[in-house]
């Protein structure tokens, strides 16, 4: 595993490749991979939402759990799907509080890419599931790592937006420090817990409002019609 693609983000995660957590876990993914079992998303994708987002564009965090765990769904980016793929629901109540918020009617995609451009980190707590198989790498060590990478935004850039959806999320941003940047809370936008305060929580308009204060380009959410590949 190398982030080769990934430079901006090197010289705070280098080191990281060199512990003994890192070894382990590579030690985990290479059986699987002897196992024959299926690991999404690919494995040029792993660290897709570092390569898509430089260190030094992060204006927004977005923090998932694990990548979906179905065929050709996840490509690196949490939430997000690779075109083509029917929409999941937490990504559609996403979109629901997108148009209730600011007036932006959903995409007819799933895909998340031109966020992750304008400076959007969708960064999963885990990189890698198996096939049918959710939360199967948990606790394999992609969350050291991206821990790590949380705390490399929190130190190295100023003011930016963390949305921390759902308990899972929070627990991990905790160590974010509210007096350098925003930390937004809100339940998970999934099915089983939006109605219990995602929904109205205006998380989009909020990021956009303390950006703009900051003298730092507001986020264009509303996602091309036709995804760009």
């Known amino acids: 595993m190398v ?10 995660l280098r080191s990281e490749f ?8 590579q030690d985990f993914l290479q059986t699987e991979n002897d196992q024959n079992k299926i690991i999404y998303p690919q494995t040029s994708d792993w660290f897709h939402a570092l390569e898509t ?18 065929p050709n769904q996840a490509h690196g980016l949490c939430f ?8 999941p629901p937490s990504l559609v109540n996403i979109y629901k509080e997108l148009e209730s918020d600011l007036g932006i009617k959903p995409a007819n995609h799933g895909y998340l890419e031109s966020w992750a451009q ?34 490399t935004v929190n130190e190295q ?19 974010i420090d509210t007096d350098k940047h925003l930390v937004l809370t809100a339940p998970h936008p999934s099915p089983l817990s939006a109605y219990r305060g995602f929904f109205g929580c205006r998380h989009f308009s909020q990021a956009n409002a303390y950006l703009k204060q ?16």
């Open 3 to 12: 982030l080769d693609n990934a430079p901006s983000w090197q010289p705070e």
């Open 18 to 25: 060199d512990q003994s957590y890192m070894h382990e876990l």
């Open 53 to 70: 987002t430089p260190l030094e564009e992060v204006k927004v965090v977005i923090l998932g759990q694990d990548p979906y765990h179905q």
């Open 80 to 87: 997000s799907v690779l075109p083509g793929i029917k929409i």
């Open 118 to 151: 304008q400076g959007v980190l969708l960064l999963n707590a885990v990189l890698t599931v198996e096939n049918s198989n959710a939360n199967a790498h948990q606790g394999k060590g992609w969350e050291q790592f991206t821990d790590k990478v949380i705390s």
């Open 157 to 175: 850039c100023d003011k930016v937006v963390f949305m921390l959806w759902g308990g899972y999320a929070q627990k991990k941003g905790a160590m």
């Open 214 to 229: 900051h003298g730092k380009a507001e986020i264009n959410w509303q996602l091309p019609e036709e995804p760009l590949i």
